[in-house]
């Protein structure tokens, strides 16, 4: 949202320059969701992500069941429980289910700082031959229609393949190395 309120103010601020200034000014737009499901080293990136996220996964199944468990168990017993016995399993419960929040917080936090870190170097290399392309087209703005500041555009001034034809290239011409 703020690269957008960015990109939109920088325009406007282009356009009000002046009309000599006004017709260099060059203006193309990509997609990034679909550079990104393009991009050689994204679905590798991803798998490593789902195969190192599956032990945790796995933690919070465990999690999950044991609290399953425990109110299943005050469930069935209820009824034949002292009050000092179901307010002792009912706190078992309610410290179980804190337990469960707690980690599972925590484990979403590591997994959004490892896929941050996973997809970084193909991040890297998306940016760099944008830039490239930016320059080499002297284009003035860039946008991102996945990031929906683009209402209506004439196709010819997406340079999406562009870029993911470079990413796919054997050697992008020196942006980066492909993953």
Excluded: C, H
Excluded at 66 to 88: D, G, I, K, M, V
Excluded at 165 to 170: D, E, G, I, W
Aim: no cysteine; proline share 3%; aromatic share 4%.
């Amino acid at each position: 949202m703020r690269r957008t309120s960015f990109a939109l103010g920088a325009l406007a601020l282009m356009l009000t320059a002046g009309s000599a200034e006004a017709q260099t000014l060059k203006i193309a737009y990509i997609n990034s969701q679909e550079i990104l499901v393009n991009a050689p080293g994204a679905e590798a990136a991803q798998n490593q992500f789902d195969a190192e996220m599956q032990s945790y996964q796995n933690e919070i199944t465990q999690l999950e069941t044991e609290l399953q468990n425990l109110e299943a168990a005050l469930q069935q017993q209820q009824l034949t429980l002292s009050p000092e016995a179901r307010a002792n399993r009912e706190q078992q419960l309610q410290a179980k289910f804190q337990e469960y929040q707690d980690r599972t917080s925590q484990l979403q936090d590591v997994a959004n700082q490892r896929r941050a870190a996973l997809i970084q170097p193909v991040m890297d290399n998306i940016t760099a031959i944008i830039e490239q392309i930016r320059e080499e087209g002297a284009y003035s703005v860039i946008l991102d229609a996945a990031a929906g500041s683009i209402v209506s555009a004439d196709p010819a001034l997406d340079l999406t393949q562009d870029v993911i034809a470079r990413l796919q290239a054997p050697d992008p011409a020196g942006a980066g190395t492909s993953n």
